[in-house]
């Protein structure tokens, strides 16, 4: 799907608006959180390099994710069912 610009900037400036009301983590917020952990488990490398970059790998996917869901929410909200007397009347 492409998007024209003016569709762009709106929906930046709503990115914007969520992240500045506190109801969606900056990126950066998201990093910091993915670093913290990673700080966290540092002496724990005694499971060895490989297992610990996979944990960290899974932490980082999770993050993104979640980031990503909260994104798709702004960009393609849920569909808003419309109801109509006449259509609550026929049922």
Known sequence: ??????ERRKLE????ELIATGKMPTLTQVQAAIETTRQKFQPRMEYGQADFQERIHGL?????KIY???FEKIVCPPPV???FPF???SR
């Not at 799907?1 to 003016?6: D, E, F, G, L, V």
């Not at 400036?13 to 914007?16: D, E, I, L, P, V």
């Not at 980082?60 to 993104?64: C, K, L, M, S």
Request: charged share 40%.
């Open 1 to 6: 799907m492409k998007m024209i610009p003016s």
């Open 13 to 16: 400036r709503r990115a914007q």
């Open 81 to 83: 069912q419309l109801r």
């Open 60 to 64: 980082r996917v999770a993050a993104e």
């Open 68 to 70: 990503k869901e909260e």
């Open 87 to 89: 259509l609550e009347a």
